[in-house]
């Protein structure tokens, strides 16, 4: 005799659900980032979106001061004075844009539990907000990378960075630098060669987080710091005007600020029913002098060690 089909006598959980709320999330971007590099430049404000870096001429180091003469002598006092470049640079702040569509009918029927609008604005500031990082780093007018002075430039022993390499690059940036910067790749890199040392790197609590440190200065990570032909590079930087470091430079006041130089306008709908909504964020960058700046380049990351 065929086994009785068993009768379900219970509403069952996949019916049950058509009737119930889900909880929604945010939209998630997985492009997001931390942006330490923003976190750690210090800002400044500039007007009319014009900044000159204005430099004393090179001169003979001491050779134009000198020590009081003899006392048992009266001969003249050493004359000198400091000459300006007369030809400052001028950095422009650049703007990252970009221009939201939102169709009208999708913000009217469409609006609950999270407002489309306000949510299709968040995911592009936070991409504007990466673009920013990636271009303070890599902009030929402005970048890091591509405006460090020749001479700040080394290149690592073997590849891999060690830390011999590290402390060459604190040689040339000496004057209290503040940070490292490299992709998260590199500072896993170093991490390994520090281990096979035998100095594993201590770490330090900053914003909150975590950071690897050599020397005592925090290694910040940054997946902006990219690869050419499997290679990439690591930054000392000295930072603040105060100490003739790296700044940031932004505009506070722009029209439609939503945050330091963020602007946010709403530009019209058109016969369509689309809204559009105009975001742009104004910064740059400036080296105040040589060497506030070191770059480590030919950096391998794919070095890995079998311990016994």
Request: with cysteine; hydrophobic share 40%.
């Amino acid at each position: 005799m065929a086994d009785e089909v068993e009768v379900r006598r219970t509403l069952s959980e996949p019916a049950a659900r058509q009737l119930a709320n889900a909880t929604k999330t945010r939209a998630q971007w997985s492009g997001i980032t931390p942006r330490w590099l923003v976190s750690f430049l210090p800002w400044v404000p500039v007007e009319a979106g014009i900044y000159r870096l204005n430099r004393v001429k090179d001169t003979e180091g001491e050779g134009d001061v000198e020590c009081s003469p003899s006392r048992e002598r009266d001969t003249d006092l050493p004359e000198t004075f400091v000459d300006y470049d007369a030809h400052p640079r001028e950095y422009f702040l650049n703007a990252v844009t970009t221009i939201l569509d939102v169709q009208s009918r999708v913000t009217d029927l469409y609006n609950q539990p999270y407002d489309q609008i306000q949510e299709q604005l968040r995911l592009l500031i936070e991409k504007v907000k990466e673009k920013q990082e990636s271009e303070l780093i890599n902009n030929p007018e402005y970048g890091l990378i591509p405006n460090a002075a020749p001479s700040q430039v080394i290149s690592t022993r073997n590849g891999a960075p060690t830390p011999d390499d590290l402390d060459d690059l604190i040689a040339r940036v000496w004057k209290e630098p503040a940070f490292f910067l490299a992709n998260p790749l590199a500072i896993a890199a170093f991490g390994r060669e520090c281990t096979r040392r035998g100095v594993p790197p201590p770490t330090v609590n900053l914003f909150g987080t975590p950071f690897l440190t050599w020397r005592g200065l925090p290694l910040v990570p940054s997946d902006k710091l990219g690869f050419t032909e499997g290679k990439t590079k690591i930054l000392l930087l000295r930072t603040g005007e105060r100490k003739q470091g790296v700044v940031g430079l932004f505009q506070p006041g722009v029209p439609g600020e939503v945050a330091p130089s963020l602007s946010v306008r709403f530009m019209g709908i058109n016969r369509k029913a689309i809204a559009s909504y105009l975001i742009s964020l104004y910064c740059s960058s400036a080296i105040l002098t040589p060497d506030a700046l070191g770059v480590l380049e030919n950096v391998e990351v794919d070095r890995y060690h079998v311990y016994a």
